[in-house]
């Protein structure tokens, strides 16, 4: 088993969507909860950040961390075709060495 | 650069040969990190190093990988005697520190094909 689990998709939605993806994870020691997006043929970069549990609200971005449950979530609201990436979540312990899902593939169509 | 700079962009070789993937981290960042990312896959740590030493080289797969970062800023991931399942993309990231925050700049990376 492995330690973070992601459904890969790929994930198709209109414009204007709700979208949510997720994560559950084995270990309770994760602390750090991270979302990054990556773009074909770029690397990932840093979406939201969350410390523990709890949600975190950033624009259009709501990252919510459920450690009871051991599940992530990250909604995007009002989606747009320029969110077609593939989404990563990522945790830690007490580093930066993060642990990374296999990424969600999210299509927005117009 | 502004960013985390990475060469080469793609690199072909064939089976058995050395390799060597460079990493140009953001000025004045002290943490570098090596990922390697298959297709359909999340990035895989490697190893990461805080200053001009390994850190945490737990993500090495075997002895045919190495990384070093001699002065604390350019790194360089070297691959010995390549297989075809090293074929990848190798990512390299950076960040200020190492006190888990999760914010780590990434490179676009260095494709390598083993055939």
């Known amino acids: 088993q492995k330690e973070v689990e992601q459904d890969p998709g790929p994930l198709s939605v209109p414009e204007g969507a709700i979208v949510s993806l997720n994560c559950t994870y084995s270990?309770?020691?994760?602390?750090?909860f991270m979302w990054y997006r990556q773009y074909s043929r770029k690397g990932p970069e840093l979406l939201m950040y969350?410390?523990?549990?709890g949600n975190k609200e950033d624009g259009r971005f709501t990252a919510q961390v459920d450690k009871s449950s051991k599940y992530i979530s990250l909604f995007i609201r009002d989606s747009q075709p320029s969110d077609s990436a593939t989404y990563l979540c990522?945790?830690?312990?007490?580093?930066?060495?993060?642990?990374f899902g296999t990424g969600t593939r999210l299509q927005v169509f117009p | 650069g502004a960013g985390v700079s990475q060469t080469p962009s793609n690199k072909v070789t064939e089976k058995g040969k050395y390799v060597e993937l460079r990493c140009d981290p953001i000025s004045g960042h002290t943490a570098l990190y090596w990922y390697r990312q298959s297709l359909g896959q999340g990035p895989e740590f490697l190893i990461y190093?805080?200053?001009?030493?390994?850190?945490?080289d737990s993500g090495l797969p075997n002895d045919r990988f190495f990384a070093v970062r001699p002065e604390g800023s350019v790194s360089t991931l070297k691959i010995q005697r390549t297989e075809r399942g090293d074929s990848a993309v190798y990512l390299c990231?950076?960040?200020?520190?190492?006190?888990?925050?999760?914010?780590?700049?990434f490179g676009e990376g260095s494709r390598l094909t083993v055939l």
């Open positions: 990522a945790m830690s312990y007490n580093t930066d060495k993060l642990i």
């Open positions: 990231a950076s960040s200020l520190n190492s006190h888990g925050t999760g914010e780590l700049f």
């Open positions: 190093f805080q200053g001009t030493g390994a850190a945490d």
């Open positions: 969350t410390y523990s549990s």
């Open positions: 270990n309770s020691a994760f602390q750090y």
